[in-house]
């Protein structure tokens, strides 16, 4: 109890939260409320495609360098980044995408 928010009086609640039983959820006690899991549990993520991942990652590199710095610091470092920034510089790579795209089927037409 000496590690309780407040240890000068009874904390019902910390104590039920803080007393870890074997699996580390607390004792299961008759007031306990026990819920069927009704959904698989889901993978946190799934597993990156590398081949996909190289190509976005050559659209990022040829954006501007406030666009690159927007999408690195909200999706790699996980940081707040407005939304306006985050969606500009999305929509900066698919315009990019996409001329990347007309380019070549340009230059594959130009060929033949």
Known sequence: M???PDSSCEN?????ISNFGEDG????????????QTERAKAEL???DEADAEVVQGWVAQVSRSHREAL???????????????DAAIHAVLLLKHENR???????????
């Open 25 to 36: 959820y607390g004792e299961i006690t008759e007031t306990t409320v026990v819920r069927p």
């Open 72 to 86: 690195i610091q909200r999706y790699i470092y996980k940081r707040f980044v407005p939304r306006d920034t985050v």
């Open 12 to 16: 019902s609640f910390w104590d039920r």
């Open 102 to 112: 007309r380019t070549v089927a340009r230059m594959r037409y130009l060929r033949w």
């Open 46 to 48: 799934e597993p990156v």
């Open 2 to 4: 000496s590690c309780a």
